[in-house]
């Protein structure tokens, strides 16, 4: 058990084609401490919009079921979103309102990291405070810091290799994802 690697799964909020935050989701493994492993969860794209009447006519969608498990498999889930209007985008909002309605809801007591980027200076701060709060209702077990925001990340990227490339951003999610598996130990 002590030698297991720790699974931890990544929640992309953004759809977008080239998406900044999709860049900062992939830069992860290589970026993972020892005996940690970080993988996508599947898309959010063609998850329907909640919906009560469809969750008790045709149940829940089959990638909403898809997510919730690979989330209670994991020991850890970091979010990666751009922030939307100064708050969390309606797609990442609609698929935690999906997975709040589970039996056996799979972010209860599970350890979460967030991480925000967008075009404007402060890297999704708004949003970031938001998800706490909603993530708060939904019983997860969110770590404070290090806080990770991405400002400015169109700076911070090759878009045509699809990888970030600032040194700082790079030595600064390093530092989260080691304190992410300590948290993680701490915690469960
Ligand atoms: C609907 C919408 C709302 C946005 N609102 C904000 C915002 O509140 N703050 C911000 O810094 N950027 C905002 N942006 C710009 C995003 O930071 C930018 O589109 C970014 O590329 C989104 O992340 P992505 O590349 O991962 O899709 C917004 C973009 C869209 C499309």
Redesign the pocket.
């Known amino acids: 058990m002590q030698n297991q690697p720790l699974k931890i799964v990544t929640l992309l909020g ?1 759809l ?1 084609k ?5 860049i900062v989701a992939q830069s992860l493994p290589q970026l993972a401490p020892a005996n940690t492993v970080i993988s996508a969860l599947p898309s959010i794209r063609d998850i329907p919009l909640y919906d009560s009447d469809l969750q008790t006519e045709a149940g829940f969608p089959a990638a909403v079921e898809a997510i919730a498990e690979q989330i209670r498999q994991a020991d850890g889930v970091i979010i990666v979103t ?5 708050s969390v985008p309606g797609g990442l909002k609609n698929v935690i309102d999906w997975l709040s309605r589970l039996p056996n809801q799979p972010l209860a007591g599970k350890p979460v990291a967030i991480q925000t ?4 200076p ?1 890297g ?1 701060a ?2 970031q405070y938001h998800l706490r709060q909603i993530l708060v209702f939904l019983d997860a077990m969110v770590m404070n810091k290090p806080e990770f925001m991405g400002g400015v990340i ?1 700076n911070k990227v090759d878009e045509q290799k699809g990888t970030l490339t600032d040194q700082g951003t790079l030595d600064f999610l390093k530092g989260q994802l080691a304190a992410f598996s300590d948290f993680i130990q701490r915690v469960r």
């Open positions: 953004s977008r080239g998406s900044y935050n999709a751009p922030e939307y209007n100064y980027s967008s075009m404007g402060i999704g708004r949003c169109q």
